[in-house]
């Protein structure tokens, strides 16, 4: 056995024979793929049955006959009984279509693969001569996590069309960015970043990949949100793979809707990898569950930019979880206004800076007493604040199993 081929099955028939546990999980790979499933078998597993009456596949409550083969571009024979899938290998060979035997990998004339997707990439591991499935996982299994881990360089070597991925790379340790927002970076020709984020991943990219720093421009000041726009835009046109790497979510106070906005208006295709955001994720590994049962049902996210906000006091007041995001120079107000509006003066506060990094550092006070505090141990930017009875320090046994790796 030398060359091997990537089938496409979609929209193809393709025949199973046998419907227990076997077949079902083929099956699943089968319809995953976009196949036109025919299950043959005198009886069938729960899971067969099921797909059935969802209309996912067609089956067929009987034993085979060889006309079962006939529109079928791939068979399948996964009976419990050797000699059953070993006559429908048969027939396929008569007719010249494609087959494996489950209970014999060595039969028929197609190797089933060890295989896995990585975006629009798929690998496929076969042992070209006695089948071994647990050896050919194994291997599989490496080459994804390399892949997974950023270790391929998955940029198109082909010319193509240019497009932009938004992709949220979570609070800043580079382990809690999501599994396709570290492939989207390993296909990029140009990244776009800015200072928030996992930052650190910019280390493993190539030395040819252009990545711009919006960030901060020579002047100190952030590049302007159309300016940014213009660039993701233009590079896009050259027919660049533009990765936007954004920290936390893009759409959470990210710009990540105005950037959507801009390619759409631009006719550039546009995806959005979804991040792990800080509001939600730096309280949680300092110890804070934003919900918690009999303590607080309701979590208000805010931000801070504009001074205190009416509707998140209001929350405050009322014994709601509020988090809010670039709230450092805002806290004064904030402080003012729920304690104006009647929240607990005794409320626990807990202001985390630079949340899953080694740097972070938690300041913990209760709100009559959180400017005075804040000021004391010099709270800077990035901070998220967590006003509400979730963050009061003895509310978990432990804080210990969620401090951060360093
Ligand atoms: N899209 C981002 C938020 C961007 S707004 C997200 O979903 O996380 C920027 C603010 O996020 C900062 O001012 C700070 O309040 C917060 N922030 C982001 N990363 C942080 C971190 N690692 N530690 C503390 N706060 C952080």
Redesign the pocket.
Known sequence: MTALFGLALSGRQVLVVGAGKVASRRVRRFLAEGALVRVVAPEASDDVLRHAQHGDLEYVAREVVAGDLDDAWFVLAATDEPAVNSTVVGWADERRIFSTDASDGSRGSARQAASSQHGDLAIGVVSTETPDPARIRAVRDSIAAHIDAGGVDLRRQRPQQGRVILV?S????PSLITVRGRQALSEADVVVTDR??ATELLVTVPYDVEVINVGKSPDNHPVPQHEINDLLVDRAKQGKVVVRL?????????R?GEEVHACLAAEIPVEVVP?????L??PALAGIPVTQRQVAGTVVVT??HAGADETAVAAMVAGATLV?????SALPDIVEAGIEAGADPQTPVAI??????PH?RITRSVLVDAVRSAGETGVK?????VIGQVANPGLLASEVAATPRS
């Open positions: 949220g979570g609070p800043g340790d928030l984020g954004k920290g936390g979510d893009p759409f959470v106070f990210g990540g991040g792990v955001t800080s509001a994720s730096v931000s801070g809010v995001l670039m709230g450092v985390i800076e630079r949340g899953s990094t972070e930017p990035p901070a998220i604040i």
